[in-house]
């Protein structure tokens, strides 16, 4: 269920392929997709999800992008793992609705490309 009335589901999903497709460019590879149950709470909001999570490998880890639904806005976060079944370390979360260069960089910046800026 799609929490926000602000912010759109369809765009946001539009976002998760963009990064994906970049993270693609940068050398990523596509490994599998694999069923995944969350839950996230968010302010007074329980949302739980079944989800279908493309996952990839850059170097020697393993990824995912997941959402993150802050009481605002919706949010992305590249989780990583040394295996499929480890995937659970996160990286800095960011909004979907940064602009292209920014989602790109933020992309950088989680596969250890770039370091974070200070």
Same mark, same amino acid.
């Given at each position: 269920m799609?929490?926000?009335k602000?912010?759109n ?5 539009k976002?998760i392929g963009?990064?994906?497709?970049? $993270?693609l ?5 596509f ?5 995944e ?8 909001n329980?949302i739980?999800? *079944?989800?279908?999570? *493309?996952v990839? *490998?850059f170097g020697?880890?393993y990824f ?8 605002d806005?919706?949010? =992305?976060?590249?989780s990583?793992?040394? $295996?499929i079944d480890? =995937?659970f ?9 940064l602009s292209e ?5 933020e992309?950088?910046?989680?596969l250890g490309i770039?370091?974070y800026? *200070?």
């Amino acid at each position: 269920m799609w929490p926000y009335k602000n912010h759109n589901e369809e765009q946001f999903n539009k976002t998760i392929g963009f990064l994906e497709d970049y $993270a693609l460019s940068l050398g990523a590879e596509f490994v599998c997709v694999k069923e995944e149950k969350f839950t996230t709470y968010s302010g007074n909001n329980t949302i739980e999800e *079944k989800l279908e999570m *493309k996952v990839f *490998k850059f170097g020697s880890e393993y990824f995912w992008l997941e959402d993150h639904f802050l009481p605002d806005c919706p949010y =992305i976060v590249f989780s990583f793992g040394d $295996a499929i079944d480890t =995937i659970f370390e996160d990286a800095e979360p960011f909004p979907y609705n940064l602009s292209e260069e920014e989602l790109k960089a933020e992309v950088r910046y989680s596969l250890g490309i770039e370091k974070y800026p *200070k």
